[in-house]
């Protein structure tokens, strides 16, 4: 249960990070404030991916395992 609440955090924390600056660019560009703006995408997205994640994780695996047949 440990690996699989730090695996969580980890990648639900990366992922947030990299999608949000990439939204945050796509949808304002480099302007004044860009990173304040950015960062505030980022606290908003993390906590709700880390949750999302934890939940949907054990589906994902279970299909990931259909597809391939196992």
């Known amino acids: ?15 947030s990070f ?7 660019y796509i949808n304002v560009g480099l302007v004044d404030g860009f990173v304040s703006r950015w ?9 709700a991916a880390g949750v999302i994640a934890f939940v949907v994780s054990p589906l994902a695996q279970k299909l ?7």
């Not at 990931?64 to 196992?70: A, P, V, W, Y």
């Open 39 to 47: 960062l505030f995408a980022f606290v908003l997205a993390w906590p």
């Open 1 to 15: 249960m440990k690996q699989r609440v730090l695996f969580t955090v980890l990648m639900s924390c990366m992922l």
């Open 64 to 70: 990931t395992l259909m597809i391939l047949g196992k």
């Open 18 to 24: 990299f999608m949000t600056l990439w939204i945050t």
